[in-house]
């Protein structure tokens, strides 16, 4: 009796103990937009137990010290965000590639993911998936001429969640400017 009672406590203290207010602040990278008073700040936070709660950029105006928050899932993968910034074309936006989707509805986002492009402002207020949810980006880049972002990838037709023979492989180009679909090859 002595030792299911011990146990009992054992448990509720340790869960107590987990709360939020135990809760760790991970800022990852620092990355300033160039030509604007912002910077970005990738923040991941961590619970007791080592879970992660909330992932999100924090764009922070650093003449002011107001914020604007740009949210993922708390599971989701982010890469380092991008500036392109082309005067001439009077084009100024990050690119983040993320993976923000549980394709499989399984146990999470993990890498059997799709990676999507995501486009941001330089202020953070505006946030445009670019790519489809079930395409699957390899790789991308812009043209400064342009002001196109060329991405490849592909989809798993299959639906067997591994990248096989089957699956159909793409190019898909995107205008900057109009943050739309101008050819798929």
């Given at each position: ?13 340790l869960t107590s103990y987990g709360q939020d207010k135990y809760n760790y602040v991970h800022f990852n990278k620092l990355t300033e937009v160039v030509g604007t008073e912002y910077v970005i700040a990738s923040i991941e936070n961590w619970g007791k137990m080592l879970e992660t709660n909330s992932r999100y ?129």
């Open positions: 009796m002595k030792r299911i009672f011990f146990i009992i406590l054992t448990t509720i203290s950029l924090l764009f922070i105006n650093t003449r002011t010290g107001e914020t604007n928050q740009v949210e993922f899932p708390k599971d989701a993968g982010i890469g380092k965000p991008e500036q392109i910034k082309l005067d001439s074309l009077n084009i100024n936006v990050i690119i983040v590639s993320a993976r923000t989707v549980d394709l499989n509805g399984k146990n999470g986002i993990d890498w059997n993911d799709p990676t999507q492009i995501i486009i941001l402002s330089p202020d953070g207020k505006v946030k445009t998936q670019l790519t489809d949810n079930k395409f699957f980006v390899r790789t991308w880049t812009v043209n400064k001429l342009t002001g196109t972002i060329v991405v490849t990838g592909h989809y798993d037709t299959n639906n067997n969640n591994k990248y096989d023979k089957t699956d159909k492989n793409e190019i898909h180009l995107y205008d900057l400017k109009t943050l739309k679909l101008i050819n798929k090859i």
